[in-house]
């Protein structure tokens, strides 16, 4: 019999939200345990710090450019490669409950799959999809016609009107602000607990795997919407933490005038974002200026992040003890990780966009062995990527890695393998404005060039020093001690990149 697979994903997720990574705000028991009994990996980087390319990376084992989903808003194609398939074609029954995000949400005439799914007959469920022979979606709230907001619709169209609208009238994101001090994409739910499209993930997965027999090999994806904006957890869970003493993150920087300095050694779009001037990705709030973010605003939103933090912790636990009770646990490997980060307060900022710091690309990651492995625990420090992942499930379940597949199976202790550079991506083309970044993470070393855009002309870039400037503060891109070593990392970095992959559909929807 081969081992099952437990994949956890969150939305949006920055590093230092667990407890076992340092966590100040959010206690995650559950979490940590995996983390104790297994593998901590200190520097996972996202190959896309946006959703859709990030999680078809995930899925496919691919670079953004090789499997072409390179922002938000390009469908993956139906038959892209899939790491689901490949588990399938081998025996294992396979299932996605949650966020997939492979296709646009904003698709009124449900031209995808994903959001048309809930409305198609029972029998189209058992249909293969991506290798998946089991889908049940949901997203932030009741939007769209995924399941999750037909199952509110159908059981509690009272909770409906609690979440936080994300998006306004013109399909905008939406910058309304509320809470207690009006931060932007906050709001105060009502929403019963067990309703909670959090508990209905977990609530989901049980079920399904309340179906397969004790000697069946599994993998199931369980993908939680949150931490990701809108900031709306449960009215009922939200005294978890107090907001008055809730610790400023490291990376906000206090004096504005400081800020602004630092900010003005970046590249121009990070301080024309900060003062309103131009908004480079469709998930910031177009009308909300991060300048105007207060310390109030910022400690309630960490405070809401962290509650919807630790009622995923909540979740998994659920899971994690009915699989427990039947017995086959010690047969389970779990991983557990997140698509992107968050800028969550860093240099003033909230949300993502094409910042390649590490608030948006240093990620939580555990794999926690099956107990029947006898792993010994560890912890890694050398840099591991996303597309990572899926050559590790194929390692789990005894399978060769297909050759499309360009990741390599995680290590399980320091001398497992050679640490390689990380490659991340951002290309995008919104409001007329087009950014193209390409990082490269080696070592301590985090280097990032700009390719020619509307705002970039090539030669601007980020060279940043992690063992000595972890806050990555100190732009060393034009410093001349560092030239050798930027030149360095820059040839590494077009020896690493993959040749482009021409989108095969057209841009169809923003997100």
Same mark, same amino acid.
């Given at each position: 019999m081969k081992r099952k697979i437990l994949f956890i994903t969150t939305d949006q997720q920055r590093y230092d939200t667990l407890s076992c990574n340092g966590s100040q705000v959010s206690m995650t028991p559950t979490l940590d345990s995996f983390a104790k009994e297994g593998i901590r990996y200190e520097?996972?980087?996202?190959?896309?710090?946006?959703?859709?390319?990030?999680?078809?990376?995930?899925?496919?084992?691919?670079?953004?450019s090789t499997h072409g989903v390179w922002m938000n808003g390009v469908p993956l194609p139906t038959d892209a490669p899939s790491v689901a398939e490949v588990l399938h074609q081998n025996?294992?029954? =396979?299932?996605?409950?949650?966020?997939?995000? /492979?296709?646009?949400?904003?698709? +009124?005439?449900?031209?995808?799959?994903e959001n048309a799914l809930s409305q198609l007959p029972e029998d189209s469920h058992r249909q293969l999809h991506r290798g998946f022979e089991h889908l049940e979606f949901a997203t932030h709230g009741a939007m769209g016609n995924l399941h999750y907001a037909k199952w509110l619709k159908?059981?509690?169209?009272?909770?409906?009107?609690?979440?936080?609208?994300t998006l306004n009238m013109s399909l905008e994101v939406n910058s309304e602000g509320g809470g207690n001090f009006g931060g932007p994409q906050v709001k105060i739910n009502p929403i019963d607990k067990e309703w909670y499209h959090t508990y209905w993930v977990?609530?989901?997965?049980?079920?399904?795997?309340? =179906?397969?027999?004790?000697?069946?090999?599994? /993998?199931?994806?369980?993908?939680? +919407?949150?931490?990701?904006?809108p900031w709306d957890p449960p009215q009922s869970e939200i005294d978890r933490i107090d907001i008055k003493n809730v610790p400023l993150p490291a990376g906000y920087i206090g004096n504005a005038t400081e800020r602004e300095r630092v900010l003005d050694s970046k590249p121009r779009h990070w301080s024309y974002w900060?003062?309103?001037?131009?908004?480079?990705?469709?998930?910031?709030?177009?009308?909300?200026?991060?300048?105007?973010?207060?310390?109030?605003?910022?400690?309630?939103?960490?405070a809401l992040n962290a509650v919807e933090v630790e009622l995923i912790d909540d979740a998994v636990k659920k899971v994690w003890k009915y699989l427990e009770q039947r017995g086959i646990s010690d047969d389970i490997d779990v991983i557990f990780t997140t698509d992107?980060?968050?800028?969550?307060?860093?240099?003033?900022l909230l949300f993502k966009g094409p910042y390649h710091v590490d608030s948006l690309m240093r990620l939580p990651l555990i794999w926690?062995?099956?107990?029947?492995?006898?792993?010994?625990?560890?912890?890694?420090?050398?840099?591991?990527?996303?597309?990572d992942l899926a050559p590790t499930f194929c390692s789990i379940a005894n399978i060769e890695s297909p050759n499309w597949m360009q990741g390599q199976k995680l290590p399980i202790n320091e001398s497992d393998r050679l640490a390689g550079p990380q490659l991340t991506q951002w290309d995008s083309e919104l409001f007329g404005v087009a950014v193209h970044l390409r990082t490269i993470t080696k070592n301590n070393m985090v280097l990032t060039i700009y390719l020619p855009g509307t705002l970039h002309d090539g030669t601007e870039g980020e060279?940043?020093?992690?063992?000595?400037?972890?806050?990555?503060?100190?732009?060393?891109?034009?410093?001349?001690?560092?030239?050798?070593?930027?030149?360095?990392?820059?040839?590494e970095l077009v020896k690493i990149s993959p040749p482009v992959k021409t989108p095969r559909l057209e841009l169809e929807a923003p997100v």
């Amino acid at each position: 019999m081969k081992r099952k697979i437990l994949f956890i994903t969150t939305d949006q997720q920055r590093y230092d939200t667990l407890s076992c990574n340092g966590s100040q705000v959010s206690m995650t028991p559950t979490l940590d345990s995996f983390a104790k009994e297994g593998i901590r990996y200190e520097r996972a980087i996202p190959q896309s710090v946006v959703c859709m390319p990030s999680r078809s990376t995930i899925l496919t084992g691919q670079h953004p450019s090789t499997h072409g989903v390179w922002m938000n808003g390009v469908p993956l194609p139906t038959d892209a490669p899939s790491v689901a398939e490949v588990l399938h074609q081998n025996g294992y029954r =396979t299932a996605l409950i949650g966020k997939a995000h /492979f296709e646009p949400y904003i698709d +009124p005439f449900n031209r995808f799959y994903e959001n048309a799914l809930s409305q198609l007959p029972e029998d189209s469920h058992r249909q293969l999809h991506r290798g998946f022979e089991h889908l049940e979606f949901a997203t932030h709230g009741a939007m769209g016609n995924l399941h999750y907001a037909k199952w509110l619709k159908e059981n509690h169209p009272e909770a409906i009107g609690g979440f936080y609208n994300t998006l306004n009238m013109s399909l905008e994101v939406n910058s309304e602000g509320g809470g207690n001090f009006g931060g932007p994409q906050v709001k105060i739910n009502p929403i019963d607990k067990e309703w909670y499209h959090t508990y209905w993930v977990a609530d989901r997965t049980v079920e399904w795997l309340k =179906t397969l027999k004790d000697d069946e090999n599994w /993998f199931c994806w369980m993908s939680f +919407p949150d931490p990701h904006h809108p900031w709306d957890p449960p009215q009922s869970e939200i005294d978890r933490i107090d907001i008055k003493n809730v610790p400023l993150p490291a990376g906000y920087i206090g004096n504005a005038t400081e800020r602004e300095r630092v900010l003005d050694s970046k590249p121009r779009h990070w301080s024309y974002w900060y003062t309103g001037k131009l908004v480079t990705n469709y998930e910031a709030p177009p009308h909300w200026i991060p300048s105007s973010l207060t310390t109030d605003q910022l400690k309630e939103i960490t405070a809401l992040n962290a509650v919807e933090v630790e009622l995923i912790d909540d979740a998994v636990k659920k899971v994690w003890k009915y699989l427990e009770q039947r017995g086959i646990s010690d047969d389970i490997d779990v991983i557990f990780t997140t698509d992107h980060g968050e800028l969550g307060g860093d240099f003033g900022l909230l949300f993502k966009g094409p910042y390649h710091v590490d608030s948006l690309m240093r990620l939580p990651l555990i794999w926690k062995p099956a107990k029947s492995m006898n792993i010994t625990p560890a912890v890694i420090r050398q840099p591991v990527g996303l597309i990572d992942l899926a050559p590790t499930f194929c390692s789990i379940a005894n399978i060769e890695s297909p050759n499309w597949m360009q990741g390599q199976k995680l290590p399980i202790n320091e001398s497992d393998r050679l640490a390689g550079p990380q490659l991340t991506q951002w290309d995008s083309e919104l409001f007329g404005v087009a950014v193209h970044l390409r990082t490269i993470t080696k070592n301590n070393m985090v280097l990032t060039i700009y390719l020619p855009g509307t705002l970039h002309d090539g030669t601007e870039g980020e060279l940043y020093d992690l063992s000595s400037d972890p806050l990555q503060h100190v732009n060393l891109f034009d410093d001349p001690g560092y030239l050798s070593v930027k030149n360095e990392l820059i040839d590494e970095l077009v020896k690493i990149s993959p040749p482009v992959k021409t989108p095969r559909l057209e841009l169809e929807a923003p997100v």
